[in-house]
Nanobody, 120 residues
Framework: VQLQESGGGSVQAGGSLRLSCAAS????????MYWYRQAPGKEREFVSA???????RYADSVKGRFVISQDKTQNMLILQMDDLKPEDAAVYLC???????????????WGQGTQVTVTS
């Protein structure tokens, strides 16, 4: 049972990155699917989510710039990040939350994170 993020890197302000979160060993789309981020010295903060009822939410700070989506065939969660700002720099983590027992052996599962750096 694992979540693995990829797609992070360094980009100039105004640029774009596409993060992916690949799930293995469980049915990701049956859980709440979340993106969080954590910058040095700051608390982890919510970025975006696709809830179990398929509703989509964004943090106010990323609305209009980030788009969350899922690829059920690949068991994957995606975060398209456009118009990146220096304040978006952080480690981005994906999580599966509130997984039903028939979809995953654990209720909550976290990835290790991928670093996003935004230079001005």
């Amino acid at each position: 049972v694992q979540l693995q993020e990829s797609g992070g890197g360094s980009v100039q302000a105004g640029g774009s990155l596409r993060l992916s979160c690949a799930a293995s060993g469980f049915r990701f789309s049956s859980c709440g699917m979340y993106w969080y981020r954590q910058a040095p010295g700051k608390e982890r903060e919510f970025v975006s989510a696709i809830s179990r009822d398929a509703s989509i939410r964004y943090a106010d700070s990323v609305k209009g710039r980030f788009v969350i989506s899922q690829d059920k065939t690949q068991n994957m969660l995606i975060l398209q990040m456009d118009d990146l700002k220096p304040e978006d720099a952080a480690v981005y983590l994906c999580a599966a939350e509130q997984c039903p027992i028939w979809a995953a052996p654990e209720k909550d599962i976290w990835g290790q994170g991928t670093q996003v750096t935004v230079t001005s």
